[in-house]
């Protein structure tokens, strides 16, 4: 039912209300790209000092392929979904060798790039290239729900829908096009309660119209998967003791140990049986990621006596163990509430090191 869409008006809208992003001021495809796979789960404004870092350290794919990954992954820290980052750094380094550095213009040439899947190869392809791609993300599909008071959906709704907004995307004006649909669903036709009123599509709006707008699309009920955790921040001669991801979700993110990980159950045994253990509990803090909300709960162990940095517990398939240097901890890409937890640890030591000297 794309006839009930008012195009002009959609268009008129965009041109007239637009929000400047730092990413749509020059659309060229690095950017385009860069910002696109961020912006992927993640809020416009959150995204914005991401990106100005990112191109200002990464100001072109030679750049960012010569790069160490840790270095890259500190560069997303607090963005989430860490895969993004690391299929960002593994598509630079094949951009190089296989396309000169240059994303290609093609469709079936972007979908063999790690990383850009069929959303975002539209999306460079509508707004760097200038061709005639549409794009579906959540917003889109939002819209178009409403328009035609349509609650349930599936994939083939998906297909369909792409094929009728390409017969209606404006050949001089594609990227604008896909930008503008973007655009109306985060500030008109938003999630939960829209902004009718203010809507210019709203006389064509099925859903609008049969008074069922804020039932569609219909909520899912989220399953969200609770865990309680102590993480131990295990402290001697000026080094504390982090643990790296080897593969899996947060894969090359370091993180601290849980008194239930089976390589550490010797080192929490030992530092059971140790006296000059200061121990002291950080504040709880809540992880949410994906549908799991890990409760963490901190302890700072600190070795007064005993340098404890010669023990390591053992790596496994999962992880891998090292003693870092405090004054070097930032270095290392963590997950932002690792992050949180560790900053308050740092700040927690000062006396203690000040006290030691």
Known sequence: ??????LDKLLYWFDSNKKKYPWGEEKSPYPVWISEIMLQQTVAASVIPYFQRWMTDYPDLQTLASSELNEVLSHWEGLGYYSRCRNIHKAATYLVEKHNAKLPETYGELKNVPGIGDYTA????SIA?????????????????????????????DRQTVKKLESIIPADRPGDFNEAMMQFGQ??????????????LRKGCLAHKKGVSREIPLRKKRKVKHMEK??????????ILLRKKKKGLFQDMWMLPDEDAESCKAMEK???DLS??????????????????????????????????????????????????????????????????????????????????
């Open 270 to 272: 030992l530092l059971n």
């Open 230 to 239: 102590t993480v131990l921040l295990i402290c001697s001669s000026g080094k």
């Open 276 to 357: 000059g253990m200061k121990r002291t509990l950080l504040k709880k803090r809540n992880h949410f990621y994906t549908d799991n909300k890990d409760s963490l709960t901190p302890c700072l162990i600190i070795s007064e006596t005993i340098d404890l940095s010669c023990i390591t517990p053992s790596d496994d398939e999962i992880f891998e163990y090292r003693w870092i240097d405090i004054s070097q901890v930032d270095n290392y890409p963590s997950p932002s509430v690792y992050r949180k937890i560790l900053d308050e640890a740092k700040i927690t030591l000062k006396p203690s090191q000040k006290g030691s000297k």
């Open 187 to 200: 500030m008109i036709c938003t999630t939960g309660t829209p902004r009718c009123v203010t809507c210019p």
């Open 122 to 125: 539209r999306a460079i392809l």
């Open 129 to 157: 290239f200038k061709k005639p791609y549409a794009v579906l993300d959540a917003n889109v599909r939002r819209i178009i729900q409403r328009l035609r008071a349509q609650s349930d959906w599936t994939a083939d709704d």
């Open 1 to 6: 039912m794309i006839e009930i869409f008012n």
